[in-house]
C-alpha cells in the first residue's frame, strides 16, 4: 500500500463498516455515527438485547462471539473497514485481549479489509505532549501498558505479513457515550446523586487528556475514508480536552449548575485495601499513576491529515455526557 503526499484529495468510500464492540459506549458511538453519514454498518453481538435500539434498528446485526474464527471471517466479509472495539474487563487481558486482537487482525486481513483500532496511552512514558513518534520506545509504566504494546506490535506484524492496514487513534480517557464505563462516569457518579465531585487523584494542577467520544469516533471515520493516502500501519493521536483537575471539576460543576459542590479525590487507600482481594481493584490500582502523572497528548500528525478537525467546546461536551450519564442512571433505577 502507498503513500500519497496529498491527503485532502485521498477521500474514498467506506462501503460495508463491520463494528465488534458495538455494545460499548466506543462501538455504540462510531456505528451511531457511520449511520448517520449513511453508511452500511454490520455489528456482530453475543447477546443483541444489549445493543442500543438504534443499532438494533439501523444495523445489520450478527449474533456470535468474536473469540470464533469462522464467525469473524463471516462478518468481516465484504467489509472495507472493521473498528476493533472489544474491550475485555481488566482482570481477562493477559492474554485473552492479545489472543483475540490477532484473530480479529488475520480475519480483518483476509477479506481485505483495513482495520481501526482505538489506542490508549496505557504503553507510553507520560510528560508533556506526548507525540505519535518517539514515546514508544520508553519502557511501560504497567502491565497493561506493556501488553497494549505487545497488541500494537502483534497489529502491525500481522499487517505487513498480510498486506494489511491498521490505522490506530490513540487517546486519553473518554467521555460522553452511550454504556460509559469509563473514568468519566466513574468519578461523576457521586456528583449526579447529589454528592461531592470525585476526582482521580489529588493533585488537583496535573494536566490530563480526555477525549470526547463523537468527536473521536467522527476522527476515527475520517481516517477510515482517507485510509488510501495513509501507509499500512498508522498511529495517530486525538488531543481532545487537556483539563488539570481542577478545570475538570470546574467543568462538572457548570454542567450540573452547582458551582459550590466540592471536589474530593478517590480513595485510593480503600483499593490499596483490597486489591488482594479483588481482582478488578487490583487492576484498578495498577493505573492510579494516570493521574498523578501528567498527561498530555499532541495532535499534530492527526491535523495534518484532518484540518477540518471538528473540537466540540468543553461545556457543550460535559453537559451531554452528564446528560447522557444521568439518562441511564434513570433507567437502571427503574429497572431495579
Not at 12 to 40: M, Q, Y
Not at 78 to 96: C, E, G, K, M, T
Request: glycine share 8%.
Amino acid at each position: 500500500m502507498t503513500t500519497k503526499t496529498n491527503h485532502r484529495e485521498a477521500i474514498i468510500g467506506l462501503g460495508r463498516v463491520v463494528v465488534l464492540g458495538a455494545s460499548g459506549g466506543l462501538g455504540d458511538a462510531f456505528a451511531r455515527t457511520a449511520l448517520a453519514k449513511g453508511h452500511g454498518v454490520r455489528v456482530l453481538a453475543r447477546d443483541p438485547e444489549r445493543l442500543s435500539t438504534d443499532i438494533r434498528m439501523g444495523c445489520e446485526v450478527v449474533v456470535g462471539d468474536a473469540n470464533n474464527t469462522k464467525v469473524l471471517e463471516d462478518v468481516t466479509r465484504d467489509a472495507s473497514v472493521v473498528l476493533h472495539a472489544i474491550n475485555l474487563p481488566y482482570p481477562d487481558w493477559d492474554p485473552a485481549m492479545r489472543e483475540l486482537s490477532v484473530k480479529i487482525a488475520n480475519a480483518t486481513f483476509q477479506n481485505g479489509a483495513t482495520l481501526l483500532f482505538p489506542g490508549n496511552v496505557y504503553g507510553l512514558k507520560l510528560g508533556s505532549s506526548l507525540a505519535e513518534e518517539g514515546s514508544e520506545a520508553t519502557p511501560a509504566l504497567s502491565k497493561k501498558g506493556a501488553l497494549r504494546r505487545a497488541i500494537e506490535e502483534d497489529l502491525q506484524t500481522r499487517a505487513k505479513a498480510q498486506s494489511g492496514q491498521v490505522i490506530v487513534l490513540r487517546a486519553g480517557d473518554f467521555f460522553g457515550g452511550i454504556g460509559d464505563k469509563s473514568w468519566n462516569a466513574a468519578l461523576t457518579e457521586d456528583a449526579l446523586k447529589g454528592k461531592a465531585i470525585r476526582y482521580g487523584s489529588a493533585k488537583l494542577d496535573t494536566p490530563h487528556a480526555w477525549a470526547y467520544l463523537p468527536d473521536f469516533v467522527a476522527a476515527l471515520l475520517e481516517l477510515a475514508q482517507k485510509r488510501a493516502s495513509l501507509s499500512q500501519f498508522e498511529v495517530f493521536h486525538f488531543e481532545g480536552h487537556t483539563l488539570t483537575g481542577r478545570q475538570w471539576a470546574d467543568a462538572v460543576r457548570e454542567a450540573l449548575g452547582d458551582p459550590e459542590r466540592p471536589v474530593k479525590p478517590l480513595a485510593w487507600h480503600w483499593f490499596g485495601l483490597l486489591r488482594p482481594f479483588v481482582p478488578m481493584i487490583r487492576e484498578l490500582w495498577e493505573m492510579r499513576y494516570l493521574f498523578d502523572e501528567e498527561l498530555t497528548l499532541s495532535g499534530d500528525k492527526l491535523r495534518a491529515v484532518l484540518p477540518a478537525l471538528h473540537h466540540t467546546p468543553l461545556p457543550e461536551a460535559m453537559a451531554h455526557a452528564l446528560e447522557l450519564q444521568g439518562l441511564e442512571r434513570s433507567w437502571a433505577e427503574a429497572a431495579q
